[in-house]
């Protein structure tokens, strides 16, 4: 029995280790998604104008994002940027990443936001044209039909593709972990070089994703049963409407 | 109080309206009827600019109708859909005070007793606190009217407000627009209901391959047709 239990101790605490980073995982996935949704909206309203050149900036912003590895604008924006500035500056400024996470927040944020746009963008047309036309028949302006008409059930629709693009950030945010920043992959990869408990620590990683990513994933599983039974308010049917 | 000037419209090729002209007055009850595809809803739709016309001028009030004032003459068009566009994610209070607060800037509880009130007279007023989802087409026609009418319109357009409806709900909405007509409403309706536009029009138009073909009191074009046109049309549907 106590050998069994030798056996199991290094992946306790190569959980516990893991679990270390969790804060930071989670502070970068929260910082990314707000930055994500202001830029989704953006570019999903910018993609969706009836002016060329509010349309154009948004594609091409959403083509480049989406056509090029996470990995590779991580890179960019952690030893890219830094080294244009000091060029640049020829020395003057000497920049650098300070604290470190904002890479995580801007370049997971950036990421997240293409994706974002196009599924914002797929919601907002998803909405019967028709709401459209009543809300401007009384007189609304095009902001204030996309506020209080067309957005409430654009973001009603995209719930779940929203929840489940969340899910995904929590996972890529391990490719931070490259640049040094200390989340929950860091943490097992710092382990690891430091004792050699290469199988534990990893696993260790892996289980505390499991923890965040599984919960999630039934919220998204809950959404997409509830879009299906496409009801009125909920509040209603809960009161036994 | 709307004079329509010359409107043209056409979808690339396709002309769906030609050069009609016409003028309707204070507390005039207008029904548009005619064949599908003949042009009566976008005639109607062009009115208040959700089609922008390919040619010709319309006015309200003598103020000529423009993509920079569309917002304050849209104010003064309510508008009723055949398909209600209620807005499912709002109450039906909510659907109904949101213009009057959002666009006029009105006090929310006035805007909500006079919600009430609106609801009363379609005979809705139990149903304030429902949502779109849980009434019947015919109610929920009937709250879109209340809607439109809580901006206080001058005029307000019907495109086939009953054609989406099971037929033992069309009398409900009917009769809530013919006590409009009797209190004066300037009504512009685009319909199929030929009785109720013999009953509570001032004027028919009958329009066919997007101009009106002819047009005169609900006597004269239901009893006494002179379009051949009319007289085929009326035959197949009367």
Known sequence: MEGFLGVLAPYGEGIVIALHGIGMTLGVTAGAIILGMIIGLIMALGKLSKFKIARWPASVYVEIIRGTPLFVQVLILAYGVPYLVNTISEGAVRFNWQPLYLVGILACGFNSGAYLAEIIRSGIQAVDHGQTEAARSLGMTNGQNMRYIVLPQALKIILPAMANEFVTLIKETSILSYVGIVEITREGVLWASRDFETFPAYIGVAVVYLCLTIPLSRVVAYLEKRMGSSGPSMKKRKAGM | ?238
């Not at chain 2, 019907?158 to 009504?187: H, Q, Y």
């Open chain 2, 1 to 238: 109080m709307i004079r329509i000037e010359n409107l043209t419209k056409s979808f690339g090729d396709n002309v769906v309206l030609r050069n009609i002209s016409e003028h309707i007055v204070q507390n005039e009850v207008v029904c548009v009827i005619g064949p599908s595809g003949s042009g009566k809803s976008t005639f109607l739709r062009c009115l208040n600019r959700l089609e922008t016309p390919t040619e010709g001028k319309i006015y309200l009030d003598d103020v000529l109708i423009e993509e920079s004032n569309i917002n304050e003459v849209r104010v003064k068009m309510g508008m009723v859909f055949q398909n209600f566009n209620l807005f499912p994610h709002k109450s039906v209070l909510d659907n109904i005070t949101l213009a009057p607060i959002k666009v006029k800037r009105a006090d929310r509880a006035q805007a909500e007793a006079e919600a009430v009130e609106l609801l009363r007279k379609v005979g809705l007023e139990d149903k304030k606190d429902s949502y779109p989802d849980e009434l019947s087409g015919g109610q929920k026609q009937r709250v879109a009217i209340a809607r439109a009418l809580a901006m206080k319109p001058e005029v307000m357009l019907f495109d086939e407000p009953t054609s989406a409806l099971d037929p033992e709900m069309v009398g409900e909405v009917l009769e809530v627009m013919r006590e409009l007509a009797v209190n004066g409403m300037t009504m512009v309706i685009v319909t199929h209901e030929m009785g109720f536009a013999r009953e509570a029009a001032n004027r028919v138009f009958f329009m066919d391959q997007g101009y009106i073909m002819e047009q005169g009191t609900p006597q004269q074009i239901f009893e006494n047709p002179q379009n051949e046109r009319t007289k085929s049309f009326l035959s197949k549907v009367l």
